[in-house]
């Protein structure tokens, strides 16, 4: 079962974050921007409240919690219930998928990362943004984590976790920035975004489906709103 209790509570104070922590709030955008596509349509799984599908243009998104799917709705995202292990889309539907610290709360990331394949047209992308457990931050979450409200319940994955899930699930031309080298509750100013990962706490990583040369977006996917409502609804 999604583990939501404290978003579907606390998702005011969820929200809350990113405002009583900005400079931590835009290292983790600039991390996930520099690896984001230029695409048109794209999905945000695991969408909480819309801070990261709203500056990255992405319209549609799926989270399980209905206090958190209200906040990205009145962000004007266009979001459905649902969870990351059962997409509630028909195949090949979008360019491209974002998570952003959704992994460490699935059942089975697995899973997911393969029905983010399934959703992705050909040559598509999906892009991860994790708490790598193995960096300076990780660790000191970890060690931390019943402090942590929203993090009391996360399985926190490692660099190279999420890069043997992706491979895994048929992801290929991993590409990597990371971000988060100071204490998110101390800093003043954004962080750099740099190549790799190994000592950025939040670290976000970029696959691709491979590309299909019979695929015809034209012909196989319907980008119009009629196509986003006839997506199929799935529950774990």
Excluded at 20 to 33: D, G, I, K, N, Q
Excluded at 112 to 135: C, K, N, T
Aim: neutral net charge; proline residues 8%.
């Amino acid at each position: 079962m999604p583990r939501t209790a404290a978003f579907n509570q606390l998702a005011e104070r969820y929200d809350s974050w990113f405002e009583r922590h900005p400079a931590a709030y835009a290292s983790e955008l600039a991390a996930v921007r520099a690896l984001w596509p230029p695409v048109h349509e794209a999905l945000e799984v695991g969408v909480g409240t819309g801070r990261f599908a709203v500056p990255l243009g992405i319209r549609y998104g799926v989270d399980p919690s209905p206090a958190m799917r209200r906040l990205a709705a009145a962000r004007g995202v266009q979001v459905k219930d649902g969870v990351a292990e059962a997409l509630p889309f028909p195949d090949r539907r979008f360019e491209a998928v974002l998570m952003v610290t959704t992994l460490c709360f699935v059942d089975d990331p697995l899973q997911a990362i393969h029905e983010a394949y399934r959703v992705l047209r050909p040559g598509g992308f999906l892009v991860i943004g994790l708490i790598d457990r193995d960096s300076p931050l990780g660790r000191h979450y970890l060690e931390r984590r019943r402090e942590r409200l929203f993090y009391r319940e996360a399985r926190f994955l490692s660099a190279s976790e999420g890069a043997a899930l992706m491979q895994a699930a048929g992801f290929g031309e991993l590409v990597w920035r990371q971000t988060l080298f100071s204490d998110p509750d101390a800093m003043t100013r954004p962080d750099p975004v740099r190549e790799g990962h190994g000592s950025g706490g939040f670290v976000v990583v970029r696959g691709q489906r491979p590309p299909d040369p019979a695929f015809s977006p034209g012909v196989s996917l319907n980008a119009s709103p009629e196509g986003w409502q006839s997506g199929l609804m799935h529950r774990s």
